[in-house]
């Protein structure tokens, strides 16, 4: 595979966000929820005005992953105020990873959430948070396998359809100790 460059998105990549955001959630989660809820969801979570919102927030932040200039998939981050269950303000919160299909698999994935623990390390999170769809079994694995544990849950609305998330989390004090000696 070619290399992939890790690069922060924009305001002015605001279309290129939506596209990618769209075409990523509805290859994950359209064959296992409603065409009316997926229909709902893409069209109020991607929207001009929520997009615009999230990448103007000083505590959001949106990294593309691109492949010979091609997007195949994006991460989004929340410290302080912007993260989505207010847990610890010094916890960096993975809010999305999410890749085209064919590259799921590619490391691709692993890219992203390394370049969040970068982030983590860097701005000396005491932990990095999220919330995963229980149903979400490929996901659950590759959190697991890097060192994620399950503490707690929370709901997620898609169009009418009630979901749990699983809120699973990583300690980053070991990793903050290494990095200061």
């Known amino acids: 595979m070619e290399q992939i460059i890790i ?20 290859e994950a989660f359209a064959a296992v929820n409603s065409e009316e809820n997926m229909k709902d969801y893409l069209e109020k979570g991607f929207s001009d005005e929520k997009l615009k919102g999230e990448l103007t927030n000083q505590d959001s932040q949106f990294y593309f992953a691109l492949l010979d200039g091609e997007i195949v998939g994006y991460l989004k981050i929340n410290i302080g105020q912007a993260q989505t269950e207010k847990l610890n303000p010094d916890a960096l919160e993975i809010e999305r990873i999410y890749l085209l299909k064919t590259f799921y698999g590619q490391k691709v994935g692993q890219l992203l959430y390394q370049k969040a623990i970068d ?18 079994y490929r996901a659950l694995r590759f959190y697991e396998k890097n060192g994620f544990t399950p503490f707690s849950k929370h709901k997620f609305w898609l169009g009418d359809d009630e979901q749990t998330d699983l809120l699973m989390k990583k300690e980053l004090a070991d990793t903050n100790q290494l990095k200061a000696s």
């Open 7 to 26: 690069e922060r998105v924009t305001p002015a990549d605001i279309k290129k966000l939506q596209e990618i955001g769209r075409t990523t959630f509805s």
């Open 119 to 136: 982030i983590a390390i860097e701005m000396q999170a005491s932990y990095v948070w999220l919330g995963v769809w229980e149903e979400n």
